[in-house]
């Protein structure tokens, strides 16, 4: 793991009146990560990202980028930076092209026309550089979004909802150009979203915040390891076997059961001791399969943040 810190939040804290948006927030994100930044809506995502890009002032606790103070190196750390934050806003009556040449020109990095043909080729645009914006779909404005983002090759990323908008394989385009980012070009990518789905596939790091404070931080991996499965098991004697399962489980807790599958819940460890168990008892087992998603996982973990 590189160790090196590009965003490092310590007890960040943004108030609005008598509304707590972000309560003592802790993160870090750490060179070459895509880190997931999940949460439930109101849950003070979109706050967080204001904050860290300078766009409104936190009411307490401190922001580092790339190892140094936000505050006190504004200019010089936000350089380094691309994002889209909610939805892109462009000059309707230009086209795409003039779009990424006027926002490069102000942001400083007075982009050549070869490298703006390049980021339209990357978010799938390179055909459509002469139209006029206003006559583009939401999810393609959303790609150029992306395009404006990277002209500057900024060494962080962030991206706030990127995939809004688009179709399923737009989606998939936008999920493979991170990877891309990621693997190929060596980008640190911050990315909040709804679509748990999608994160799952391409993050490596996430965290899960709710109420403005951290309910679990770490490896996606291991988070989805380290937790409770979904097992769906196929085999003869349903209703005896499940009857089985729970008087000699105790973590085990059945789901449902028809014709010949049971859905149940248990813990890792549990799963070769059950099929140890239905071997031994001479039960035919035409399928054992224990999942974990994102999904389950972030349910599970807000739910209990409402009790």
Do not use: W
């Not at 003869?236 to 028809?258: H, N, P, W, Y």
């Amino acid at each position: 793991m590189n160790t090196e810190k590009i965003i490092e939040i310590k007890n960040l804290t943004k108030k609005f009146k008598d509304l707590t948006a972000v309560n003592e927030l802790n993160l870090n994100v750490y060179r070459g990560d895509v880190f997931g930044f999940l949460g439930p809506n109101g849950a003070g995502k979109s706050t967080t990202i204001r904050m860290m890009l300078s766009l409104i002032a936190p009411t307490s606790g401190d922001i580092k980028l790339f190892g140094k103070s936000l505050t006190a190196n504004r200019n010089e750390v936000l350089g380094k930076i691309g994002a889209i934050v909610e939805k892109p806003d462009f000059y309707g009556y230009l086209s795409a092209y003039d779009n990424l040449e006027i926002f490069g020109k102000i942001s400083g990095c007075n982009p050549s026309r070869k490298l703006i043909m390049e980021n339209l080729e990357l978010v799938g645009l390179s055909k459509r550089y002469k139209s006029k914006v206003k006559t583009f779909s939401h999810g393609m404005k959303q790609r150029l979004g992306l395009a404006q983002a990277l002209l500057h090759d900024p060494d962080l990323i962030v991206l706030d909802e990127p995939t809004t908008g688009l179709d399923p394989q737009g989606m998939k385009d936008i999920r493979d150009l991170i990877i891309h980012l990621s693997k190929d070009r060596q980008k640190t990518i911050f990315l909040s979203s709804h679509i748990l789905y999608e994160v799952e596939l391409v993050a490596n790091r996430m965290i899960i915040i709710n109420k403005g404070t951290t309910v679990v931080e770490g490896y996606v991996k291991d988070l989805l390891n380290s937790s409770e499965l979904q097992v769906t098991l196929e085999c003869d004697s349903v209703d005896s076997v499940a009857g089985m399962l729970t008087e000699q489980f105790d973590g085990v807790r059945i789901k449902s059961v028809t014709n010949e599958k049971i859905l149940f819940s248990a813990g890792k460890e549990a799963i070769p001791q059950i099929n140890k168990l239905l071997v031994e008892k001479g039960i035919n087992v035409y399928s054992l399969v224990p999942v974990r998603s994102l999904e389950e996982y972030f349910l599970q973990l807000t739910e209990k943040e409402k009790k």
